[in-house]
């Protein structure tokens, strides 16, 4: 029933920033950002429970900040970096009840996803 609209992304120089933004109707129990890259497996990025504790994965800490504004979830990027680019995923969990946010970011117990949006930094 949950529909996931992101948006945000582009193209930006090293240091530069973005912000992604995705709406998800209805109640979730976490929401996160992954990303993935040709020849990689999918890294959640960044997740954001319920009670609205937040996890991050360890290469963007300091540089990346999630949050939750009137059911939006938008993903601050900062200080971007070449590896940094790869195509952006929301997703949410919108069924079968509560679990750690940590364990979002596995992607596992995730319901709904997003088409995904391009993040490229480059010079």
């Known amino acids: 029933q949950a529909q996931v609209v992101e948006s945000g992304g582009g193209s930006v120089q090293p240091g530069g920033s973005l912000r992604l933004s995705c709406a998800v109707a209805?109640?979730?129990?976490?929401m996160a950002w992954f990303r993935q890259v040709p020849g990689k497996e999918r890294e959640g990025v960044a997740g954001f429970g319920a009670d609205g504790s937040t996890s991050y994965i360890g290469s963007v800490k300091g540089r990346f900040t999630i949050s939750k504004v009137d059911g939006t979830l938008y993903l601050q990027m900062n200080s971007l970096k070449p590896e940094d680019t790869a195509k952006y995923y929301c997703a949410a969990r919108t069924r079968g009840g509560s679990m750690d946010v940590a364990r979002c970011l596995s992607g596992f117990g995730m319901d709904e996803w997003g088409e995904g949006i391009t993040v490229t930094v480059t010079s």
């Open positions: 209805g109640y979730t129990y976490c």
